[in-house]
């Protein structure tokens, strides 16, 4: 077991792309379900997710996860991780925050526990996060985020671009020192964050070190309706119906 590690998945109904999204449903369970269900065979102490929505709230509760609720006026996931850190017990108690998303059913627990190990390992990093190799043809989809990784194992740029030097696919899993990850909120924003809409890359731009951790084949995430059907037939040829 990873000692205080404790993952966390902020879930909003409000997305732009696909407004609901966490309630929609893949076979028989909805998305939030399925990302919960699968987190949670991660080497984890606990999984929480964190809404701002009743009806994700009581969802949630129906099944048995636990989750927490936060403020509608948290401007990013991170914000809204750093909220419920602050008010579930767990969270008061991790040294490490693991944050999953939502929209990513098909999150594979050996990454994410690559993820906290790579945080372990360096001393000199505030956060991890995960990279798979990029396939070809997601190098001009502005959808797949582009990670550049240095001889140490560290971030040193993302981007939404078609850059070149063989970029690897950034996955959405995070990981941070619960230190850290209450100071996050505090910084101002950057120009790349604003720019490229990534979170992440404001640490990186406040001369913070991301540690990477290499993972192999990462399922879709659903970022707009028509994702539902990939992560279906993803499902379907790993033998999961649900």
Same mark, same amino acid.
């Given at each position: +077991? ?18 609901? /999204?966490?309630?929609? /449903?893949?076979?028989? *369970?909805?998305?939030?379900?399925? $990302? ?6 991660? !080497? ?24 927490? +609720? ?6 990013t996931? $991170?914000?809204?991780?750093?909220? &419920?850190?602050?008010s579930?017990?767990?969270? #008061? ?16 627990? *050996?990454?994410?526990d690559?993820?906290? #190990?790579a945080l #372990? ?5 505030v +956060? ?5 190799l990029?396939d070809?043809? =997601? ?8 990670c550049w990784?240095? !001889? *140490? ?31 996050y909120?505090t910084l101002? $924003? $950057?120009p790349? #964050?604003?720019?490229? =809409?990534?979170?992440?890359?404001? &640490?990186?731009?406040?001369g913070?070190?991301?540690? +990477?951790?290499?993972v ?6 659903v970022?707009r309706?028509? !994702? ?15």
């Amino acid at each position: +077991m990873k000692q205080g590690a404790i993952g966390f998945i902020p879930a909003r109904w409000g997305s732009s792309r696909f407004p609901g /999204k966490p309630l929609a /449903k893949i076979f028989d *369970k909805t998305l939030i379900q399925s $990302t919960y269900e699968a987190a949670k065979t991660a !080497d984890l102490e606990a999984v929480v997710v964190a809404t701002d929505d009743l009806r994700i709230f009581e969802h949630v509760r129906s099944f048995g996860g636990e989750v927490v +609720m936060t403020s509608s006026n948290c401007a990013t996931g $991170t914000d809204r991780l750093a909220e &419920a850190v602050l008010s579930h017990p767990l969270g #008061q108690q991790a040294s490490i925050i693991v944050n999953i998303q939502g929209d990513w059913p098909c999150v594979c627990p *050996k990454g994410v526990d690559a993820v906290v #190990q790579a945080l #372990q390992e360096d001393e000199g990093a505030v +956060m991890s996060s995960g990279a798979t190799l990029l396939d070809p043809k =997601d190098l001009n989809n502005p959808h797949t985020v582009k990670c550049w990784i240095d !001889d *140490k194992g560290r971030a040193t740029a993302f981007s939404r671009l078609p850059l070149a030097d063989g970029p690897y696919k950034h996955l959405g899993i995070y990981c941070y020192r619960r230190s850290f990850l209450l100071t996050y909120p505090t910084l101002p $924003t $950057t120009p790349g #964050q604003e720019r490229e =809409d990534l979170e992440q890359l404001k &640490a990186l731009e406040h001369g913070y070190h991301i540690a +990477m951790a290499i993972v192999g084949e990462a399922g879709p995430s659903v970022d707009r309706p028509e !994702d539902i059907q990939k992560v279906e037939r993803y499902k379907c040829r790993q033998n999961i119906y649900s």
